[in-house]
């Protein structure tokens, strides 16, 4: 059924409504509550003067005096409009009573609904005795008792809703800056690692120029394998899912190839820098198709048991690479 403006519709059509109250009770819980908010009790003449100087709405001081029914229910769904909630009118099915019930069960479904509102309000602020006959048998002390839990929570309303909407836009970009400098933090932390590894072949220690020796004897008795070349993972890491190689590794791992590769993979996978995905065909052998030279990028990380965080790949012929 439509919704009707609870603010545009006369009296006769209030009573004859329901009220819901759609508040937010994630900003209601950050409302401190008071050890005893009714210390200085109030006036008619308090409360009268406080609502009327916020502009709140205007009471007459015989009304309060002597308060009725229909004179609270009015004065809390009017009040409730400057709290910035959404009140939503709904007219009750006629259907639903019987007997010529109607009228009064339209009342009685107002005078609840209007009951909860209001005490979800004062019973943040401290205020948990708010009863249903303050609603049906309104009395002056309980009605001005109710008005004034509602003008303290109006105060703390405003001053918090003031210092959300500052913190809102002082801290909106907290997160993205946040993201921003870890993912600085990451930047600087692998341009320090690639600096201070060994990048360069200049010193080469005895055993890889053995090695290079070996494979020179190899090339003149009749081999076709070329100078042999190391190739470096730099700062492997089991957990990690990138391994990137290149050359000029100063320092060489021998690892078995038992330990290097799972039982539970059946190939070595590569990508080179180009991007061509290079497998391996049986254990400790990769059979690449471009150049020589090229990094690599090692996408497997379930292989083995390092015992070394580095690992050296030997150059045999162009299109060779085999685990050593």
Same mark, same amino acid.
């Given at each position: *059924?439509?919704? /009707?403006?609870?603010?545009?519709?006369? =009296?006769?059509?209030? @009573? +004859?409504?329901?009220?819901? %109250?759609?508040?937010?009770?994630?900003?209601?819980?950050?409302?401190?509550?008071?050890?005893?908010?009714?210390?200085?009790?109030?006036?008619?003449?308090?409360?009268?003067?406080?609502?009327?100087?916020?502009?709140?709405?205007?009471?007459?001081?015989?009304?309060?005096?002597?308060?009725?029914?229909?004179?609270?229910?009015?004065?809390?769904?009017?009040?409730?409009?400057?709290?910035?909630?959404?009140?939503?009118?709904?007219?009750?099915?006629?259907?639903?009573?019987?007997?010529?019930?109607?009228?009064?069960?339209?009342?009685?479904?107002?005078?609840?609904?209007?009951?909860?509102?209001?005490?979800?309000?004062?019973?943040?602020?401290?205020?948990?005795? *708010?009863?249903? /006959?303050?609603?049906?048998?309104?009395? =002056?002390?309980?009605? @001005? +008792?109710?008005?004034?839990? %509602?003008?303290?929570?109006?105060?703390?309303?405003?001053?918090?809703?003031?210092?959300?909407?500052?913190?809102?836009?002082?801290?909106?970009?907290?997160?993205?800056?946040?993201?921003?400098?870890?993912?600085?933090?990451?930047?600087?932390?692998?341009?320090?690692?690639?600096?201070?590894?060994?990048?360069?072949?200049?010193?080469?220690?005895?055993?890889s120029k053995s090695a290079s020796s070996s494979s020179s004897n190899n090339k003149s008795n009749g081999s076709q394998k070329q100078d042999a070349k190391s190739i470096m993972t730099k700062n492997i890491d089991k957990s990690s899912n990138l391994w990137i190689l290149d050359s000029g590794c100063t320092t060489h791992t021998?690892?078995?190839?038992?330990?290097?590769?799972?039982?539970?993979?059946?190939?070595?996978?590569?990508?080179?820098?180009?991007?061509?995905?290079?497998?391996?065909?049986?254990?400790?052998?990769?059979?690449?198709?471009?150049?020589?030279?090229?990094?690599?990028?090692?996408?497997?990380?379930?292989?083995?048991?390092?015992?070394?965080?580095?690992?050296?790949?030997?150059?045999?012929?162009?299109?060779?690479?085999?685990?050593?």
């Open positions: *059924m439509d919704s /009707i403006n609870l603010f545009t519709i006369d =009296r006769t059509n209030q @009573i +004859r409504s329901t009220v819901t %109250l759609i508040s937010n009770s994630i900003f209601l819980s950050t409302i401190p509550t008071f050890c005893d908010p009714f210390d200085l009790l109030f006036t008619e003449d308090d409360i009268i003067d406080f609502y009327k100087s916020n502009e709140i709405i205007s009471i007459r001081k015989e009304d309060l005096q002597q308060p009725s029914k229909e004179f609270v229910i009015e004065l809390y769904m009017l009040i409730l409009e400057k709290f910035d909630k959404s009140i939503n009118i709904y007219q009750p099915d006629i259907l639903a009573c019987i007997n010529g019930l109607n009228d009064h069960m339209e009342q009685t479904y107002l005078a609840i609904n209007v009951f909860h509102c209001i005490n979800y309000f004062v019973s943040s602020i401290g205020m948990n005795d *708010m009863k249903m /006959i303050d609603i049906l048998e309104p009395k =002056r002390d309980r009605t @001005i +008792r109710i008005l004034h839990s %509602l003008a303290t929570f109006y105060v703390r309303y405003n001053d918090l809703n003031d210092s959300w909407f500052k913190y809102k836009e002082k801290y909106s970009n907290i997160y993205r800056e946040r993201k921003e400098l870890e993912k600085r933090n990451a930047n600087l932390k692998r341009s320090i690692k690639d600096k201070s590894s060994p990048s360069t072949s200049s010193s080469v220690p005895s055993s021998t690892i078995n190839d038992k330990d290097l590769i799972d039982p539970e993979f059946k190939k070595i996978q590569f990508e080179t820098a180009s991007g061509e995905t290079v497998e391996s065909e049986k254990i400790g052998d990769v059979i690449i198709k471009p150049k020589a030279n090229q990094q690599l990028i090692l996408k497997n990380v379930a292989f083995g048991k390092f015992n070394s965080n580095l690992i050296s790949i030997r150059q045999l012929p162009l299109d060779y690479f085999q685990f050593i």
